[in-house]
């Protein structure tokens, strides 16, 4: 009987160890897939200069409602990181101030926004709404890049329909293959960026690296255009955390869902019997 008690024990530890062994895993891949997430932070002020301790920051996904709080320290800063790419509204509140509401807040994948806001004495419950502008030119960091969103990659007419040949749309990048070449494959775009080797650049799908090390630089994979969110193009001067890579970065981010029902639907055509005629074949003369 006490022999068996004991394997009992033994047999629970190892379950018990297993089980914590694998709970690491999971929560170690979590956080490496989500590499493509940034932060907002900013400094809350009066309007003598002052800093505004203890103020309300509600920080809202508008396409999820997914919300994050936090609370500004004695010199009035805040900061909530691992936020997915979006759009989203910052919401300030504080005793003796009107609320100050900002929308349309861009959030770029893995680059950090800052959101300043200087309250105004009132009543809290008049609100100072603003409008986020959109700016060609991001501060926040010294990271060279271009940045294509949902709405462009589904205007543009992309031969293959692979989303990394994108790239090719910033400046400084450049491909020995021609566009009608691309094809819905394993490759790597053969892009130079900044005049690196191919084999030099890093191909990521929500922050998980998609390059075949041993495969001299295959992609191991294709996203469907018809779910990417943006695409990123890091040509220099990117972050020593991005890493593995001398030469470019191609950022994949996929779509997330939100909170309002939408689908697609489409049929794509290609017959060769549709093409327009070449220019020899209309230069024949027809006997008659």
């Not at 994979?221 to 220099?236: F, K, N, P, R, S």
């Amino acid at each position: 009987m006490q022999k068996r008690e004991a394997t009992s024990q033994v047999s629970s530890k190892w379950v018990a160890l297993f089980m914590s062994v694998m709970l690491c895993l999971v929560l170690r891949t979590t956080n490496l897939a989500q590499s493509d997430n940034a932060q907002i932070s900013g400094f809350i002020k009066d309007p003598t200069g002052a800093a505004v301790p203890g103020a309300s920051v509600v920080i809202k996904n508008e396409g999820s409602n997914y919300e994050r709080t936090a609370k500004t320290n004695d010199s009035g800063y805040y900061i909530i990181t691992a936020l997915p790419p979006g759009f989203y509204t910052v919401t300030i509140e504080a005793g003796g101030f009107k609320k100050f509401q900002q929308t349309k807040k861009k959030l770029d994948p893995n680059i950090a926004a800052t959101v300043d806001a200087e309250l105004t004495l009132g009543e809290v419950t008049e609100t100072i709404e603003v409008v986020a502008s959109v700016s060609s030119v991001q501060s926040e960091s010294a990271t060279v890049g271009k940045l294509l969103e949902s709405s462009q990659i589904a205007l543009m007419q992309l031969n293959g329909r692979n989303p990394v040949l994108l790239a090719r749309l910033k400046p400084g990048v450049r491909s020995n293959n021609s566009m009608s070449e691309f094809s819905f494959g394993l490759a790597s775009g053969n892009f130079n960026i900044n005049g690196s080797r191919t084999q030099d650049n890093l191909i990521t799908y929500d922050g998980a690296v998609a390059i075949r090390t041993r495969a001299n630089g295959t992609s191991i994979g294709t996203a469907d255009v018809d779910a990417v969110q943006e695409v990123q193009i890091l040509t220099a001067n990117y972050g020593a955390e991005y890493g593995r890579s001398g030469g470019g970065q191609v950022r994949v981010v996929t779509k997330s869902g939100t909170q309002d029902f939408h689908g697609t639907a489409y049929e794509f055509l290609r017959n060769s019997a549709l093409d327009a005629n070449t220019w020899s074949r209309n230069s024949r003369t027809i006997p008659p």
